[in-house]
């Protein structure tokens, strides 16, 4: 690839996604922003079955954590669709246990998902995409990874931090084969996962945002969309906050 393809319009049509943790609230808005778009979605993760999928969307169980789960998958859908354009990887877990009272167990735990649930898809498709010449990797990072925790333990911000090296690494190897890599990486954001690990409701207007809420699934929807279409070719290695003005960076 002599360079990269100038910037165009935010839309995907005709492109095939996959997106991992989509029954979680953050990856649910994301298949539903990348189906909005006009991408074909594979939605996929360890749930039995994903109810309200947006039209032209299927859904695949899949273990990510699981190495052979994850490649039958990918090779599943490439059977089927020829080619996969966009991997978002939602996937995740979380822990709040301060270091002194953390596991084994609880770190393999956390790792397990966060980090070898990115290692294991992209391990698979990235030589795929750089055969085809093109393909857009999105990680679901943290706010937590670049100042040291929020509601989080410190397994949690080695995991998130880990995938924020990863991607950068991913990056740099497919900057000149037309294969991007990018972290999203959210502040904290109003969904069930927040909500179990901070041991309340989900959160309403919070004084440490400057603009003055939580975020939505929809606000971390909408930057991960960003990433993967036209709009940002001229963006790789990065980590995008999108975090309501906590991190100003």
């Given at each position: 690839m002599v360079g990269s393809p100038l910037s165009g319009p935010p839309r995907l049509d005709g492109q095939i996604a996959l997106v991992t943790g989509?029954?979680?609230?953050?990856?649910?808005?994301?298949?539903?922003?990348?189906?909005?778009?006009?991408?074909?979605?594979?939605?996929?993760?360890?749930?039995?079955?994903?109810?309200?999928l947006p039209p032209g969307t299927v859904y695949r169980r899949c273990d990510v954590t699981s190495r052979g789960d994850t490649e039958a998958l990918i090779d599943d859908v490439l059977g089927e669709r020829a080619a996969i354009h966009i991997l978002v990887l939602c996937a995740g877990t979380i822990s709040n246990k301060?270091?002194?009272?953390?596991?084994?167990?609880?770190?393999?735990?956390?790792?397990?998902?966060?980090?070898?649930?990115?290692?294991?898809?992209?391990?698979?498709?990235?030589?795929?995409?750089?055969?085809?010449?093109?393909?857009?990797?999105?990680?679901?990072?943290?706010?937590?990874?670049?100042?040291?925790?929020?509601?989080?333990?410190?397994?949690?911000?080695?995991?998130?931090?880990?995938?924020?090296?990863?991607?950068?690494?991913?990056?740099?190897?497919?900057?000149?084969?037309?294969?991007?890599?990018?972290?999203?990486?959210?502040?904290?954001?109003?969904?069930p996962m927040w909500a179990n690990v901070t041991g309340r409701a989900p959160p309403s207007a919070h004084g440490s945002v400057p603009l003055?809420?939580?975020?939505?699934?929809?606000?971390?929807?909408?930057?991960?969309?960003?990433?993967?279409?036209p709009a940002s070719n001229w963006i790789t290695g990065t980590v995008l906050d999108v975090n309501g003005g906590m991190l100003m960076d």
């Open positions: 989509a029954a979680g609230g953050i990856g649910r808005a994301v298949v539903a922003a990348l189906a909005a778009a006009g991408a074909r979605v594979i939605a996929t993760d360890i749930v039995e079955a994903f109810d309200e301060p270091l002194q009272d953390s596991t084994d167990e609880e770190w393999s735990a956390i790792f397990d998902v966060n980090v070898m649930g990115v290692v294991n898809p992209v391990r698979k498709l990235y030589p795929v995409m750089v055969e085809q010449g093109y393909g857009k990797i999105v990680a679901l990072g943290s706010i937590a990874a670049k100042i040291g925790g929020v509601a989080s333990g410190p397994s949690y911000v080695a995991a998130k931090s880990a995938v924020h090296g990863l991607m950068k690494w991913v990056a740099k190897a497919g900057a000149s084969k037309g294969v991007y890599a990018n972290v999203v990486a959210p502040g904290p954001v109003e969904t003055g809420r939580y975020g939505a699934p929809e606000d971390i929807a909408q930057g991960i969309l960003f990433l993967c279409s």
